[in-house]
């Protein structure tokens, strides 16, 4: 087999990764239309009762925002809002007034916004079950399940006022997408059987998606994509519509060497005042300054059940602090109203919990994303003939697995809060079962003695160390990924001390990240150790780059790229992963979301009794938390939320009291 060159399989879960989706099996039905709610699930209840519809001329705005309408210099609240804007459905009415105040360390840390007050055309429902209308209000499926054709709500606003209309989805996908400087690679999740996907205009409220096949999966990708943009401002920044000379003077102005690095600066949310947004607060100065002021968006498009305009609160406002230590304590002080970034953690939760009555907050939990800590990746395509078939033999790994005492690591390690198992879905998620987690995990190294006899490793050198066929000592070399989780080298270090108590050597070998890819890249190790995650709470199975051997980069490398290139590179895999593969062509082009359900759970139940990785422990639940302050309302506190909120529920819809 040819070596591979560097090549990074995504797994297809954002807007613009590399991986070519596959041809899905031919004739499935086509989908059903999705239903065009305009609510918003509660806040603080798994399901909401449908919003009474809001009578024109009803609509109610913040008091500042009346007087920018009484001084002529804003529109009045119904020509701001769409005819029919998203009626959230939010726990309590609320008031108007009051300032989210908010920690962050520079600007790189933007996770909690990115993950709060995006908007895409559909989110979760709080089950994560199924994707519901946000920005659309609705689509509908046609042309047996290759195009989509989405609603948007008309007389939609810019955070500027300009109409928000299916043009500024095709000034994105003409002007972005299609153009190969700013969009080398193009998404992969908007491709199938290797074919982008053609973008088309129905009428100024309507576009439609078509795809080269049934795709009816691609609703599992809506919420985390972003298919639009505000050409009427962006086209400044574009070579294809603003003056050179004028272009090139904003190059230089900002030390920008490319009109392309110019351009993707002014797409940030997070650091371009005065770029039209459709969010609920938009930034009004740079983050790197001591406080970053986000103020209301006076065009933002739901109102609560009452006809108020949302948000409630008036601004955001942003402290910049010098390291995650100050931020820990400004947290803990009570200087964050509602906080899920930098202050969670196993090793912060009993400073922050002792501290909630001094700080006045409370701790929420968020749902578990279930990773798995320690998990041990084969090299199926060893050039090692005796390792290449030993890691191919279930048996041999089934064997390294039942040899590691989970409990003893979960004691010692997380003390007892993380989750023994190996690498399936969340717990959390909708796709867990225990069983697929517990299959092989139990410790019994008198099984792992008797299976490795079994396999012929029955001869040992002078130290115990187990023989090979070719007489030489039993040892594989472990590439540890650091520095993340903290926990990995240690818990490997464990791993190698049971694995010698059933004759096996492991050479733990901590490895930087950078080299650590590289080094699989190049399939020139014997096991790599990292994290591994089949799905959980808003991210389905096939956005993960551990579940379908098709584009990934941690497992299997060789085996995806036979599968990404159609058999034309890489190495043919075993039946059981052909098989797996297509489980994933099928569940692509399956609309039906029951259907995708009952598929994933063949795909963990592939996983499970093949073992091809080996998982060890999955993340503390308790290490995912963040303190909410006890005047905050209308944000999900007495149950676990999802790690990402926002596809779920909306912070507009928090005020204080």
């Known amino acids: 087999m040819a070596r591979l060159n560097r090549r990074r399989f995504i797994c297809i879960a954002g807007i613009a990764t590399a991986a070519t989706v596959a041809a899905a099996c031919a004739g499935t039905p086509a989908p059903a239309a999705v239903v065009e709610p305009t609510q918003e699930p509660a806040a603080a209840e798994a399901t909401a009762a449908p919003a009474a519809p809001v009578a024109e001329g009803r609509f109610k705005e913040a ?68 994707v519901v209308p946000n920005l659309a209000s609705g689509w509908e499926w046609s042309n047996e399940g290759k195009t989509v054709t989405f609603q948007l709500r008309e007389g939609m606003r810019w955070s500027d006022g300009a109409p928000f209309t299916a043009n500024d989805v095709m000034w994105w996908y003409e002007n972005v997408v299609l153009n190969d400087e700013l969009s080398p690679t193009k998404p992969s999740n908007l491709k199938r059987a290797g074919e982008l996907a053609v973008f088309e205009k129905v009428d100024d409220y309507s576009f439609s998606i078509t795809f080269a096949e049934p795709y009816g999966a691609f609703e599992e ?37 490319t009109w392309t690095d110019l351009y993707s600066a002014r797409t940030s949310t997070f650091n371009n005042p005065g770029t039209p947004e459709i969010i609920a607060w938009t930034p009004t100065n740079l983050q790197d300054q001591p406080v970053q002021i986000w103020e209301r968006n006076p065009y933002y498009w739901k109102v609560d059940a009452e006809g108020n305009q949302l948000p409630y609160l008036d601004r955001l406002e942003r402290t910049l602090l010098p390291d995650v230590e100050a931020l820990l304590l400004k947290a803990i002080a009570g200087d964050a109203d509602y906080q899920s970034r930098r202050v969670g953690g196993l090793a912060n939760y009993p400073v922050v919990k002792e501290n909630e009555e001094k700080g006045n907050y409370r701790i929420f939990l968020v749902k578990n994303v279930g990773s798995n800590y320690g998990a041990i990746f084969f090299n199926f395509y060893h050039k090692d003939p005796v390792l290449n078939e030993l890691f191919n033999t279930l048996d041999f790994r089934i064997a390294l ?3 590691v005492d989970r409990d003893e690591l979960n004691a010692l390690l997380f003390r007892g809060q993380a989750t023994p198992g190996n690498v399936t879905a969340s717990v959390d998620s909708p796709w867990y079962k225990a069983e697929y987690g517990t299959m092989y995990a139990q410790y019994d190294p008198d099984m792992a003695n008797q299976l490795l006899d079994e ?74 150790s990292y994290i591994a995650n089949h799905g959980w709470p808003g991210n389905s199975p096939i956005t993960r780059p551990t579940f379908a051997v098709t584009a990934n980069e941690d497992w299997a490398p060789a085996w995806s790229l036979w599968y990404a290139s159609g058999g034309a590179e890489g190495e043919e895999p075993p039946a059981e992963i052909q098989e797996l593969q297509g489980l994933y062509d099928q569940i692509l082009a399956e609309a039906d979301a029951d259907k995708r359900n009952s598929m994933y759970d063949q795909a963990l139940k592939l996983h499970a009794e093949n073992l091809w990785m080996l998982g060890m422990l999955g993340e503390p639940a308790i290490g995912r938390f963040g303190l909410i302050k006890n005047d905050i309302h209308n944000m999900p506190i007495d149950e676990p939320v999802g790690w990402e909120p926002t596809i779920v529920y909306t912070p507009a819809a928090m005020f204080k009291a």
Request: charged letters at 20%; zero cysteines.
């Open 455 to 528: 396999i012929g490793l029955t001869e040992r050198d002078g130290e115990g160390f187990r023989l090979r066929s070719d007489g030489s000592r039993l040892s594989v070399v472990n590439l540890v990924f650091t520095p993340w989780p903290a926990e990995n080298v240690e818990m490997q270090g464990l791993i190698k001390d049971y694995w010698q108590a059933v004759g096996v050597e492991m050479i733990v070998n901590p490895t930087e990240s950078q080299l650590w890819s590289t080094i699989n890249d190049t399939l020139d190790y014997d096991v790599m």
């Open 63 to 130: 008091p500042a925002l009346a007087e920018m309408v009484a001084a002529g210099t804003l529109p009045p609240v119904d020509e701001r809002l769409p005819k029919e804007p998203m009626v959230v459905e939010a726990e309590e009415i609320g008031a108007f007034g009051g300032v989210w105040k908010q920690l962050h360390i520079g600007s790189g840390d933007q996770s909690q916004n990115w993950y709060l007050l995006r908007e895409p055309l559909g989110r979760h429902s709080t089950d994560y079950g199924t």
């Open 221 to 257: 990708f809506i919420p985390s994509m972003v298919m639009w943009a505000p050409g009427h401002f962006l086209q400044d920044f574009h070579a294809s519509f603003a003056d050179e000379a004028d272009l090139q003077a904003a190059m230089d102005s900002e030390g920008f060497t």
């Open 401 to 403: 697995s039942v040899a």
